[in-house]
């Protein structure tokens, strides 16, 4: 099933409440939003649950062992779907039927749309789901079966950045020329760069993720896609999560476009656009240009997502740009998200070969093409201040410097 609001939440509670009459049943999905039982372990040997990106309902599941995880990228999740054994079932939420009979998956394609007219839908309707555009409808005839549901959709607010959020943005805004087509992630260094490109021209979007970030600077021109080489005058993703505001905009707007993530995130994609941006956050970085972006102090947090997807393919797009962020410290300063080697237990999200500029409130720090030794000595210089001796030492001891 899809992921975030594209959980069919009736058709889900069905499914718990059966539980008893299943074999061998698994769900697949990334990012759940909605507890549910077999979560815990609640239903072994009949209904299971798969993850290809934790979440705060799903963690704690997984830190107990309850359920799997699958490490992945974003684009490469329909490949592994169509690759399980035995037969398959999609069950999604979607806008009620037009009069032409098509449902649509509203504010998700990502990894399912892919599968329309290959396997069965079943879908729920709901009024709350806006009619989105793209490759994301369903036709009832495409269906074995549809229910109607009226729930809201869950509600995402923007992150609000702090200080450090704010300097970090001006650092990537200035790097930004009118024309560039941008790939933006979720949190507040993201919402706080979009905040300040209302003085650029002719941005585009390719996203993985659209937010309410995006929502002023479509409606004010600086958003019109007029310069992209794919699909120009569309604003492109493959989900979209944020507050009713987003959904309202999306609602029956022809511009945004909603296409399957092994379209999306493809890197061979991307590639093709030109002055290509994409940022995305991490949590730590070591002297080699290594993110650590799905792991906190060497405990699985997340997953990969589409970052890599990203990274990869803004590294061969002509004049484009991957930037990484974060923070210098971990939040309360006592340590430094700079780091000579990754903290045990961490694993890499984007690999040292692809990653182009990692930035904290302290600077900017262009790996791409440099040797360790410059590496190392950029990381320490947008370090905090208050690390830099030390990683310096560190430094030496590792033979960089």
């Known amino acids: ?48 649950y798969v993850a290809y990106f934790l979440s705060h309902v799903s963690r704690p599941g997984f830190h107990a062992g309850h359920i799997d995880l699958v490490p992945c990228n974003f684009s490469e999740v329909p490949m592994l779907l169509r690759r399980l054994q035995g037969p398959k079932l999609v069950i999604a939420a979607a806008s009620p039927p037009d009069r032409h009979g098509y449902f649509s998956l509203g504010v998700s394609a990502d990894y399912v749309s892919g599968f329309i007219g290959q396997v069965p839908f079943f879908i729920e309707a709901n009024p709350a789901m806006p009619r989105t555009f793209g490759r994301n409808s369903v ?17 995402v607010e923007p992150a609000a950045p702090n200080e450090t959020d704010e300097r970090i943005a001006d650092l990537i805004a200035e790097r930004i020329p009118d024309g560039t087509t941008l790939q933006v992630g979720i949190g507040s ?16 979007l390719h996203t993985e993720l659209l937010s309410d970030g995006v929502i002023d600077l479509v409606l004010s021109g600086v958003l019109t896609g007029t310069r992209k080489r794919r699909r120009p005058g569309k604003h492109v993703t493959t989900f979209a999560l944020g507050t009713r505001a987003l959904y309202d905009f999306l609602h029956e707007n022809p511009a945004v476009e909603l296409l399957p993530v092994d379209y999306v995130n493809d890197p061979r994609v991307i590639a093709t656009e030109p002055n290509f941006v994409s940022i995305n956050a991490t949590t730590e970085v070591d002297f080699l240009g290594q993110c650590a972006s799905e792991t906190i102090g060497g405990r699985y947090w997340s997953g990969s997502g589409g970052q890599a997807d990203f990274a990869r393919g803004a590294l061969y797009a002509d004049n484009g740009q991957g930037f990484v962020v974060l923070r210098s410290t971990t939040s ?30 302290f600077g900017v720090a262009e790996l791409r093409g440099r040797s360790i030794r410059e590496r190392t000595r950029a990381l320490i210089r947008i370090a905090h201040p208050d690390f830099r001796d030390e990683l310096e030492r560190d430094a030496k001891e590792l033979g960089y410097i």
Request: aromatic residues 4%; hydrophobic residues 35%; proline residues 6%.
């Open 1 to 48: 099933m899809p992921l975030a609001n594209g959980e069919p939440r009736t058709v889900v509670d069905a499914i718990v409440d059966g539980a008893d009459q299943l074999r061998d049943v698994r769900i697949h999905q990334m990012h759940a939003m909605h507890d549910r039982p077999y979560l815990h372990g609640a239903h072994p040997g009949r209904l299971g």
């Open 139 to 155: 036709h009832v005839t495409q269906t074995v079966g549809w229910v109607e549901a009226d729930y809201p959709l869950v509600e």
């Open 189 to 204: 260094i993201p919402n706080a760069v979009l905040a300040r490109l209302t003085d650029h021209r002719d941005l585009g």
């Open 332 to 361: 309360d300063g006592s340590f430094s998200r700079i780091r000579p080697q990754l903290t045990n237990g961490s694993v890499v999200t984007t690999m040292k070969n692809t990653v182009d500029k990692v930035v904290t409130e």
